[in-house]
């Protein structure tokens, strides 16, 4: 479950929290993998990523093929 706070005062998302994204104009629902602190390669590309601007690996309930983005970019759904 999501625990941590970001500086917005949001809740983070944690490993194995259900989330959605919008993609190419549709929603898309996933699961949590990971969370990315430092610069490192993921989902096929160059993720720029730091403690203070975390992003999240996330893998897609109807593709199974992962993705990266901020936690801006994600919305907690109910499992």
Do not use: C
């Not at 625990?3 to 549709?26: M, Y």
């Not at 996933?30 to 403690?51: F, Q």
């Amino acid at each position: 479950m999501a625990k941590n706070k970001d500086n917005r005062g949001k809740k983070e998302p944690a490993k194995g929290d259900k989330v959605a994204w919008s993609s190419h104009g549709s929603e898309t629902t996933g699961t949590v993998e990971k969370k990315i602190t430092e610069r490192t390669k993921a989902a096929g590309r160059t993720v720029d990523a730091s403690e203070e601007e975390p992003q999240y690996e996330v893998r897609s309930d109807k593709s199974g093929r992962t993705a990266v983005h901020k936690p801006s970019a994600l919305k907690n759904k109910k499992k």
